[in-house]
């Protein structure tokens, strides 16, 4: 079964999972850092993050972030 990346989105909205660009969904578990325009991974994979895209990224990270904190 195949699906659009919007549609994988949605089913992880909530979840961990955000978009850094039109074609990139990422697990925000294994995000290390953001400098600029790029999304740096835990593994040393760099990602451009688009403009449109950046703000809800951030939004994504913090509430992940705050979403961690309190399991922890």
């Given at each position: ?6 549609q ?31 999304l ?13 895209r ?19």
């Amino acid at each position: 079964m195949f699906q659009t990346i919007s549609q994988t989105e949605k089913q992880l909205s909530g979840g961990g999972f955000a978009r850094c660009s039109n074609a990139c969904l990422v697990n925000l578990k294994y995000k290390d850092c953001i400098k600029g325009y790029t999304l740096y991974m835990t593994d040393g994979t760099r990602l451009k993050i688009s403009q449109l895209r950046k703000k809800a990224l951030l939004g994504a990270c913090e509430a992940y972030r705050n979403s961690s904190d309190s399991q922890a």
